[in-house]
């Protein structure tokens, strides 16, 4: 199994302050994805990046894809309170396509 | 539509029960696969499925069975409940192969406590 190394684990802002989340592996993934989960929900996609050094942008979110596809972050700007939860990467697998390894998770609190 | 649907949302068990967990989908997807959550790990894999009768060990497997008899539902089976699966399981769905099909979608998660 692939090892995705996200840091921090946890992260506490003050509304207004911009923040970044990393996902980092030693290994290459065919394509990276960021969820959010809140307190007693499932996790939901938020954005999923294919390309190595690609970005994408989701209102204040902006994602990136490392050169070599083996590291992405996630980076928040103006953070609101809004944004509480719980930030999971996950990469598919280049050899089992289907399968996808999950980071530890960053619990992000903002604090009005 | 529904999405993915677990039921139930809590249980209690003593060790040594055994129980199964319900996962349906009606999104018509080929993957299935169930997490367990525990502070400070992520989502760990114990099983999935590429396909109506398909299935494969993932991480954490161990004390767990699955079945995919249909392309809807993927059960997850606890043989002998331990106080170490005391978690939080989610079974997530995903339309398969490809890098933007393993795109995932959850089920509300089923919070467990073995006692």
């Known amino acids: 199994t692939q090892l995705l190394e996200q840091s921090p684990q946890f992260l506490s802002i003050q509304e207004g302050e911009n923040l970044t989340v990393y996902c980092n592996s030693s290994?290459?993934?065919?394509?990276l994805q960021w969820y959010r989960q809140e307190p007693g929900e499932g996790p939901v996609l938020l954005v999923t990046?294919?390309?190595?050094?690609e970005v994408k942008k989701l209102k204040r979110l902006t994602f990136q894809f490392g050169d070599a596809r083996k590291d992405s972050s996630l980076h928040i700007t103006a953070a609101q309170p809004g944004d509480t939860g719980l930030y999971l990467c996950?990469?598919?697998?280049?050899?089992?396509?289907?399968?996808?390894?999950f980071g530890e998770g960053t619990q992000l609190t903002v604090n009005p | 539509n529904a999405g993915v649907t677990q039921t139930p949302k809590f249980q209690v068990l003593k060790t040594g029960q055994s129980m199964t967990l319900q996962c349906a989908q009606d999104?018509?997807?080929?993957?299935m696969s169930w997490y367990r959550q525990d502070p400070g790990m992520g989502l760990r894999l114990i099983h999935y499925?590429?396909?109506?009768?398909?299935?494969d060990q993932g991480e954490v497997p161990n004390g767990y069975n699955v079945s995919r008899s249909t392309t809807e539902d993927f059960p997850l089976r606890l043989l002998s409940a331990a106080p170490s699966q005391t978690s939080v399981y989610f079974c997530?769905?995903?339309?398969?192969?490809?890098?933007?099909?393993?795109?995932?979608?959850f089920g509300q998660g089923t919070r467990l406590t073995v006692v």
């Open positions: 997530a769905s995903s339309r398969g192969y490809g890098p933007v099909d393993t795109e995932a979608f």
């Open positions: 290994s290459v993934f065919s394509s």
């Open positions: 990046v294919v390309t190595g050094g």
């Open positions: 996950a990469g598919a697998e280049e050899t089992s396509g289907s399968r996808l390894t």
């Open positions: 999104m018509n997807h080929e993957y």
């Open positions: 499925s590429v396909g109506a009768g398909i299935t």
